[in-house]
């Protein structure tokens, strides 16, 4: 589950544009590499933000998919993450999209 905001709700909230995460599957990628779910605009400890992959700026789920999609399973992508107001660069390797 994801949530994208526009430029609008952005500067309307004073948040960063991007895909924010709702959970995070267990034993995923995204869990091996500390990826937290977003939990609120004002409050401390509020999760993550997807704003870029590997420099490109982020505006909608589908632009995530898109660009793993076309990505080998073991790929290194840099994901630039906001979190907490702070902008990290988290590492992770691509696995295998889950069936079902």
């Known amino acids: 589950m994801h949530s994208s905001v526009t430029s609008e709700l ?3 909230l004073a948040i960063p544009m991007g ?9 995923s990628p995204a869990e091996d590499v500390g990826l937290q779910p977003f939990r609120s605009f004002t409050d401390s400890g ?3 933000a997807i704003t870029a992959m ?3 700026l982020v505006g909608s789920i589908e632009e995530i998919v898109g660009y793993f999609n076309i990505r080998e399973p073991g790929t290194d992508v840099a994901l630039s ?20």
Do not use: N
């Open 81 to 100: 993450i906001c979190r907490d107001t702070q902008t990290i660069e988290i590492h992770v390797t691509l696995a295998e999209w889950p069936d079902g």
């Open 46 to 48: 509020r999760g993550d």
């Open 19 to 27: 895909v924010y995460i709702a959970w995070v599957f267990s034993d």
């Open 54 to 56: 590997d420099g490109k």
């Open 10 to 12: 952005g500067e309307s």
